[in-house]
């Protein structure tokens, strides 16, 4: 094709893609480097916000990244806390940002283990950007698929057990319903930094039909223009949702 022809038509999905993120390798870039684990954490958080900066350019609708996991309490108390902290700044610094370009931001997670003055945070910022519809961040803290799946269950038997809920009428859409993510599509694709090859608890569900990408990129050197190049090989790949295409 030269380049004095019109561009082609965008595939459908662009523009409104839903993409998720497994943000990994902080610690090893910090490690590289000679520096404490929550440098590359810091770091991180600042490819984060230039990600989100980028996502209506990048035909990114739904933006969905793995903050914290449910098995991520294992690590030192320091580095937890850290990590805790860095989000609750994040919060606070980006707010006025995320007004500004149109960004919703939501929690996913089981929000009972974190620091009450956290959670308070997190429904504040929920609250100030609920206006808001360019892109949709959702971020996943103290977030593990499983648990996610056993809260849903819970409550589902809990509703059948009073009589809200009829066992026949648990379906697949039930179920979703019932997840922390039940106000977003499911992901058109999950990405994964560090060359780590493991989904690691998250979006089990969701993820069902989803394509993956594992880059060698470590989080703190994912640029949009790493995002741009893991799209393009995305956008190439035909996704078939078990039928047949001829
Ligand atoms: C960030 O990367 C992911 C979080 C849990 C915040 P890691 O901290 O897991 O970095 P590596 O895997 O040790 O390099
Ligand atoms: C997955 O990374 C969790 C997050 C990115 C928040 P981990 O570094 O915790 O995963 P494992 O331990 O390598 O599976
Ligand atoms: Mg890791």
């Known amino acids: 094709m030269s380049f004095d022809q019109p561009t082609p038509d965008l595939p459908p999905e662009h523009g409104n893609l839903h993409v998720a993120v497994i943000m990994d390798g902080n610690g090893r870039w910090a490690k590289n480097r000679g520096w404490p684990r929550l440098v590359g954490h810091r770091k991180g958080a600042e490819r984060v916000r230039e990600?989100?900066?980028?996502?209506?350019?990048?035909?990114?609708?739904?933006?969905?990244?793995?903050?914290?996991?449910?098995?991520?309490?294992?690590?030192?108390?320091?580095?937890?806390?850290?990590?805790?902290?860095?989000?609750?700044?994040?919060i606070k610094r980006e707010a006025a940002r995320m007004n500004r370009e149109?960004?919703?931001?939501?929690?996913?997670?089981?929000?009972?283990?974190?620091?009450?003055?956290?959670?308070?945070?997190?429904?504040?910022?929920?609250?100030?950007?609920?206006?808001?519809?360019?892109?949709?961040?959702?971020?996943?803290?103290?977030?593990?698929?499983?648990?996610?799946?056993?809260?849903?269950?819970?409550?589902?038997?809990?509703?059948?057990?009073?009589?809200?809920?009829?066992?026949?009428?648990?379906?697949?859409?039930?179920?979703?319903?019932?997840?922390?993510?039940?106000?977003?599509?499911?992901?058109?694709?999950?990405?994964r930094s560090s060359g780590e090859t493991r989904v690691s608890n998250f979006l089990l569900w969701q993820a069902a039909y989803s394509e993956y990408v594992f880059t060698p990129v470590l989080w703190p050197d994912f640029t949009p223009d790493t995002m741009r190049t893991i799209l393009d090989k995305f956008q190439a790949r035909e996704r078939r949702f078990g039928g047949v295409t001829v």
């Open 102 to 191: 149109g960004v919703r931001m939501r929690v996913i997670g089981d929000r009972s283990r974190l620091d009450p003055k956290l959670a308070g945070l997190i429904d504040w910022i929920e609250q100030e950007t609920a206006g808001n519809d360019t892109v949709h961040l959702t971020v996943a803290m103290n977030y593990g698929g499983r648990d996610e799946l056993s809260r849903a269950t819970r409550a589902i038997a809990r509703d059948v057990a009073e009589g809200r809920l009829a066992p026949e009428d648990v379906t697949e859409a039930t179920i979703s319903d019932y997840l922390d993510t039940s106000f977003l599509p499911d992901p058109d694709l999950v990405v």
């Open 51 to 90: 990600l989100v900066a980028a996502c209506p350019d990048l035909g990114i609708r739904h933006l969905t990244l793995y903050a914290f996991s449910t098995e991520n309490w294992k690590r030192t108390t320091e580095e937890v806390m850290g990590l805790m902290s860095l989000f609750a700044r994040y």
